[in-house]
């Protein structure tokens, strides 16, 4: 079995402050994991992944996560918000041992003031 | 060719109607998916073909009919729906090995049922 948690439906912030979106997982398996972004009415897009290499995971625009088993998390940040970063941020988990169904977070809704 | 398209981008159908909506890859993936997503919710799984046979089915009522005509193709057939299934429809797709899970996303049919 598996699940993953986003601890915070919002997170607001300034730009040019720091983002920590928070996900925390379980699975039966050594897990995959995943960030997505989607902005309104779009679908989604990939920002980065952990697939068991590095615990520190760079991704696309600026934002990283890192892989913590002992705490079962993989949160992630930014160091400077954008205003393009406004948008809806899902955390996924997939069992690499298992089906590779996916399991979604609920979401959590970045907004960004200037 | 990393895009999953998708077709139409809107729709707006009646109770009686039949209609179609269409995803297409082109990256080989052999794994494709359907979600629907409703405002402010994180995508539910509908539909798994791996190569092109039906794995995973949802328990999706028998209105909502999936197709996969070949491997880039991926058909979502609709008949006598509900003003309920009004949503955001989401067609991905994956490699099909289960070393390389993350999902490529088309943007998706909005979907209106009156």
């Known amino acids: 079995a598996q699940s993953v948690t986003q601890l915070d439906s919002h997170v607001s912030v300034s730009e040019g402050t720091p983002v920590l979106l928070r996900c925390n997982y379980s699975?039966?398996?050594?897990?995959?994991l995943f960030w997505y972004v989607q902005h309104p009415n779009k679908g989604l897009q990939l920002l980065l992944k952990y697939t068991s290499a590095a615990t520190l995971v760079k991704g696309i625009n600026g934002f990283e996560a890192e892989f913590k088993k002992s705490e079962t998390s993989f949160h992630l940040t930014k160091p400077s918000a954008h205003m393009s970063d406004a948008a809806e941020y899902f955390c996924?988990?997939?069992?690499?041992?298992?089906?590779?169904?996916?399991?979604f977070g609920r979401g959590t809704s970045l907004i960004v003031h200037p | 060719d990393t895009e999953v398209t998708q077709t139409p981008k809107h729709l707006v159908m009646g109770m009686t109607n039949k209609k179609s909506l269409k995803c297409e890859q082109h990256?080989?993936?052999?794994?494709m998916y359907w979600y629907k997503q409703k405002a402010k919710k994180p995508p539910e799984l509908m539909f798994v073909?791996?190569?092109?046979?039906?794995?995973i089915n949802e328990s999706v009522p028998s209105r909502f009919s999936p197709e996969c005509p070949n491997s880039s193709l991926l058909n979502l057939h609709l008949h006598a729906l509900q003003p309920e299934d009004s949503a955001l429809y989401l067609c991905a797709s994956s490699h099909g090995d289960r070393n390389y899970l993350e999902q490529f996303f088309g943007p998706g049919t909005r979907l209106t049922v009156l």
């Open positions: 699975s039966s398996y050594s897990p995959s």
């Open positions: 996924v988990v997939s069992p690499s041992g298992g089906s590779y169904i996916p399991t």
């Open positions: 990256m080989g993936h052999r794994a």
């Open positions: 073909y791996s190569y092109e046979k039906l794995s």
